[in-house]
């Protein structure tokens, strides 16, 4: 269930963030997290919960009032790192491939998106 289910929505995620996230636009992004959100939360596995609660962080971070693009890129850097290390664990383990892809993909976004906003 877990690999047909989750593994197509990750399909559709990795698709989505492929022509970047600046591109994809917080209008879209937001419904995105939620729902990763609610999956991960509800999933049961301390790897994924740890997961929901950073896209929780970028949620926050993401509302018009406090977005700050150095900030999100840090986040999706770090959150990349964290879908990394759980692709190979737990309930993870299944769909551990794409989520080494997605873990790749939203680093190497957080890093351009930072280095971006950081450049003089």
């Known amino acids: 269930m877990i690999q047909s289910d989750i593994g197509d929505a990750l399909d559709l995620t990795v698709v989505s963030l492929r022509e970047g ?3 994809l636009g917080v209008a879209a992004a937001l419904p995105e997290i939620s729902a990763w959100q609610e999956r991960l939360a509800a999933s049961g596995d301390p790897g994924l919960a740890a997961v929901a609660e ?5 949620q926050n971070q993401l509302a018009p009032s406090g977005f700050d ?3 999100v890129g840090a986040l999706l850097m770090s959150l990349g790192d964290q879908v990394e290390q759980v692709a190979g664990a737990g309930v993870a383990e299944q769909i551990g491939g794409k989520l080494s892809l997605l873990g790749a993909l939203l680093g190497k976004e957080g890093d351009s998106l ?3 906003m950081t450049k003089v």
């Open 21 to 23: 996230v600046v591109r």
């Open 54 to 58: 950073t896209l929780e962080e970028l």
């Open 69 to 71: 693009p150095v900030s």
């Open 114 to 116: 930072t280095d971006r």
